[in-house]
């Protein structure tokens, strides 16, 4: 079975450092897809970053970067000069199944920046 | 805003109850699913229709069932409702038939509370 795994419950830093959530995937699919959710205080989930297993590429978004690496099943993400609006619940998920979209999630980290 | 269109944001009921969540897809997305995120079981897909159609099924109970209507929306019934039944449930959408690479594209969700 598919599994993601988030290590990390909570992490605490101070505003300007720099953080990295950690996630791990399971799948026995050569072709698969991997995203990043935000979950902010208000609840909604937002949409990241999606990248496909074929693409092994780092990807940076203004203060964000995604590190993906095939052989240790890792999709970490950084967020660089971490600041307070970035205090969110962070979800890594796996595509699973042809043909549907049934997301797997991680439990999630709670990231905290402090002031 | 994610264009995902929820109601109601909150509701509680008693045990026993049912209960109908709404939920309106992005303008010219064609699937619709549905998630249950609780704190012991995370996040966790329940049920997914494509243009009316059933694609696929999840973790979903028997007392509940779901259904998405010619034009688009789609409604989550919740019956004989149960303590653990208390969520946060999300609707998303998403543009293509087999979108494995699709994001999702969340709504606020409804938080519902039985009592």
């Known amino acids: 079975a598919q599994k993601v795994t988030q290590a990390q419950t909570e992490i605490s830093v101070v505003e300007k450092e720099d953080v990295t959530l950690d996630c791990v995937y399971e799948?026995?699919?050569?072709?698969?897809?991997l995203f990043w959710y935000k979950q902010p205080p208000s609840g909604e989930l937002v949409f990241l970053i999606r990248?496909?297993?074929?693409?092994?590429q780092n990807e940076i978004s203004g203060r964000y970067s995604w590190n993906f690496q095939k052989s240790t099943s890792s999709f970490n993400f950084t967020i660089t000069a971490s600041q307070v609006v970035d205090s969110a619940v962070y979800f890594c998920?796996?595509?699973?199944?042809?043909?549907?979209?049934?997301?797997?999630f991680g439990q999630g980290t709670r990231l905290t920046i402090n002031p | 805003d994610s264009g995902v269109t929820q109601t109601p944001k909150h509701l509680i009921t008693a045990t026993g109850q049912r209960v109908t969540l709404r939920c309106s897809p992005r303008s010219g997305d064609l699937s619709v699913y549905w998630y249950q995120q609780s704190l012991d079981q995370g996040l966790q897909f329940l049920i997914q229709?494509?243009?009316?159609?059933?694609?696929a099924k999840g973790n979903i109970l028997e007392r509940f069932s779901a259904q998405q209507f010619p034009d688009l929306h789609s409604e989550l019934n919740l019956s004989s409702l149960e303590l653990g039944d208390s969520a946060l449930y999300f609707c998303?959408?998403?543009?293509?038939?087999?979108?494995?690479?699709?994001?999702?594209?969340f709504g606020n969700g409804t938080r519902l509370t039985v009592t």
């Open positions: 229709y494509y243009n009316g159609e059933e694609r």
């Open positions: 998920a796996l595509s699973e199944g042809a043909g549907a979209q049934k997301l797997v």
């Open positions: 998303a959408s998403s543009a293509s038939r087999q979108p494995r690479g699709s994001p999702l594209h």
């Open positions: 799948t026995r699919d050569t072709t698969y897809y």
């Open positions: 990248r496909n297993s074929f693409d092994e």
